[in-house]
């Protein structure tokens, strides 16, 4: 792998506390920056790395978020593994196809991924509370199988949790109420990302001490999000606003730096 300096190494860990403060601060997003901030802020030079070393983390993170969620109960098993098991497949051959793509023309897409991203974060969903009707067991299944399969093909071709696309994927596939969704999606986030940075490690495409600094970043951010969110509260509208704004700059920057991947 590649050696970084001092500067660089505490600027990972810096990245990994922004990344899960964010995850904190507006619960959900945040991962979607970790890949531009080790390109750009770091200044680590491999795109394929950068990827697998990100996907490791945001799995690690997600993993974690799942244990509260758990002991409150937000988690319904049954639904997370039917989700994640073709969902994990799916993300292996994802990821299979991601790293026979071209770096900057993978970096390139994923900048159009992050303008959808942000848009979703302003979007209005249904909240909670709403009342919706739960698919038959039968149903639920066949619709947990199809839509795993295409959230894990795009989590593992771009190497991301997926979570915002997870959330209304469990929902429409089972009816469940949002607060449950996010619950059982972390698993999926989790399972994708690991399966994603596995693919990427075994092609010699990981740096583990990078993903370490981003993981201990991400907790101690996390934990100081969570904790201002308390706080902030009535205020998460505006900082989703704020947050995409930063998602969509960045994405448009991103899509700048990557035009010449495609002759243009």
Do not use: C
Not at 103 to 111: E, I, M, P, V
Not at 202 to 229: E, H, K, N, P
Request: charged content about 10%.
């Amino acid at each position: 792998m590649i050696e970084l300096s001092a500067l660089q190494h505490a600027l990972a860990v810096i990245s990994g506390m922004g990344v899960g403060f964010t995850l904190g601060l507006i619960g959900g997003g945040g991962s979607i920056l970790a890949v531009p901030l080790l390109l750009y802020l770091v200044g680590y030079p491999d795109p394929h790395v950068v990827i697998g070393t990100t996907a490791l983390a945001v799995s690690a993170n997600a993993y974690l978020n799942l244990i509260p969620h758990a002991r409150a109960g937000n988690v319904r098993w049954r639904e997370a593994v039917s989700f994640a098991i073709p969902g994990a497949l799916a993300a292996l051959f994802g990821s299979v196809l991601g790293k026979a793509v071209n770096g900057h023309k993978l970096l390139f897409l994923f900048a159009v991924l992050m303008l959808v991203v942000a848009w979703l974060m302003v979007r209005p969903r249904a909240e909670g509370s709403a009342v919706r009707a739960e698919r038959p067991l039968a149903a639920q299944t066949v619709w947990l199988i199809g839509v795993g399969a295409g959230a894990g093909m795009l989590s593992g071709f771009f190497g991301i949790g997926g979570g915002f696309l997870i959330v209304p994927g469990l929902m429409l596939a089972t009816g469940m109420p949002i607060l449950a969704a996010i619950g059982t999606s972390l698993f999926s986030v989790g399972t994708f990302g690991l399966t994603t940075a596995l693919s990427y490690a075994w092609s010699g495409l990981l740096d583990w001490r990078v993903a370490a600094m981003f993981i201990v970043g991400g907790i101690v951010g996390g934990w100081l999000g969570a904790r201002l969110a308390t706080r902030l509260g009535k205020r998460k509208k505006a900082l989703n606003l704020i947050f995409s704004v930063i998602v969509a700059v960045t994405a448009v920057y991103m899509l700048w730096k990557n035009l010449a991947a495609f002759g243009w």
